[in-house]
């Protein structure tokens, strides 16, 4: 048995570990690997959406002990910080390979030339980095945010192809995510080629829905007519509703709010089906096995492409059917 000793990393965690009593995976404890089994450092992003639910589910399904790894799981509760400090602990326990979902884009290069220097390799999930050197990292696998916010505008356009006048609310995911920047990007694109388009209200939910309802309600005393409700994600599009029921504003399809939503999560593909929301461009969550992929090509001394793009689609309330929501897994 390879004994390691994970020390508690910051006061934030010691009092985590004191209140949630002891688990031999969290941050302060002693734990055991067993031998033979390869040792996973993953630093999440935090438990913000049901999108990111799905896909700490599918990295704890895929990385157990039967499939033969020892996953340490990091919740970095949406700070940059707390996710640099993960794989730091990552790199001192020198686990076998260190996997992240970045919070945001900037600020990485340090702490992955230390991993570098360590000779871990390190693989990239979901969102991506900004960095000068793309040799500090083995490779990245997630969604093309770009592509997705070019969906929605592109079914925007045919949609309202009669009315060239638009008005905008957009809420925006975590500033400075790739999720954000792709999605805004997007929509801004299609802003600035659609002179009739106009964003009057442009804030972060930061991918909640708590935080989307509460930002959504000023908005609704703010305006009169919204044409469109451009939600970064399902969290946020349930939040603005939830603000929009109580203030009565219609919303969906023979509403008054056109809603684009992101993620296509099971509840954001019901609320779909049942019209509440008018377009929803999938994002997929299930990395698990993507990045076991990954891990059995490096295993094998094989290279892995640098750059894995997850094929997507896009569901629009006319034409979803209960096939499209019984064949999703989250
Ligand atoms: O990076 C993926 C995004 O992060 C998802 O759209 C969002 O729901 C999540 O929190």
């Keep these: 048995m390879k004994k390691i000793l994970i020390y508690a990393l910051c006061l934030l965690s010691v009092f985590l570990f004191a209140s949630c009593g002891q688990d031999r995976n969290e941050p302060g404890s002693t734990v055991d690997i067993p031998d033979g089994l390869i040792v996973v450092g993953f630093s999440q992003v935090g438990a913000e959406s049901d999108w990111r639910l799905a896909n700490t589910r599918s990295m704890r399904e895929t990385f157990s002990e039967e499939n033969g790894y020892f996953l340490i799981l990091r919740d970095a509760q949406q700070m940059l910080e707390n996710q640099l400090a993960a794989i730091r602990e990552f790199i001192s326990l020198e686990v076998d390979y260190i996997v992240f979902a970045p919070v945001t884009e900037g600020g990485w290069d340090d702490v992955l030339k230390e991993a570098k220097g360590a000779g871990i390799p390190v693989i990239i999930v979901d969102r991506m980095i900004d960095t000068s050197d793309v040799e500090l990292f083995t490779c990245w696998v997630g969604s093309d945010f770009h592509s997705e916010g070019d969906t929605a505008v592109q079914w925007m356009e045919a949609e309202f192809k009669d009315k060239p006048d638009l008005l905008i609310v957009h809420l925006q995911g975590t500033l400075g995510s790739s999720a954000q920047i792709g999605r805004t990007e997007g929509l801004q694109a299609g802003v600035d080629r659609n002179p009739g388009w106009e964003i009057i209200h442009q804030v972060s939910g930061e991918f909640n829905q708590v935080k989307g309802k ?117």
């Design 214 to 330: 509460e930002v959504m309600e000023p908005v609704l005393k703010q305006f009169s007519h919204i044409d469109v409700l451009y939600a970064e994600n399902d969290d946020m599009a349930f939040g603005a509703m939830e603000a929009m029921d109580m203030a009565r504003w219609t919303y969906g399809v023979g509403g008054a709010v056109t809603i684009i939503s992101f993620d296509a999560t099971r509840a954001g593909l019901e609320a779909t089906l049942d019209g509440r929301i008018n377009f929803n461009v999938e994002c997929n969550p299930l990395h698990g096995p993507r990045v076991e992929a990954i891990i059995a090509q490096l295993e094998r001394g094989e290279t892995p492409d640098k750059f894995i793009f997850v094929e997507e689609t896009a569901f629009d309330a006319r034409t979803i059917t209960q096939e499209d929501i019984d064949a999703r897994a989250y």
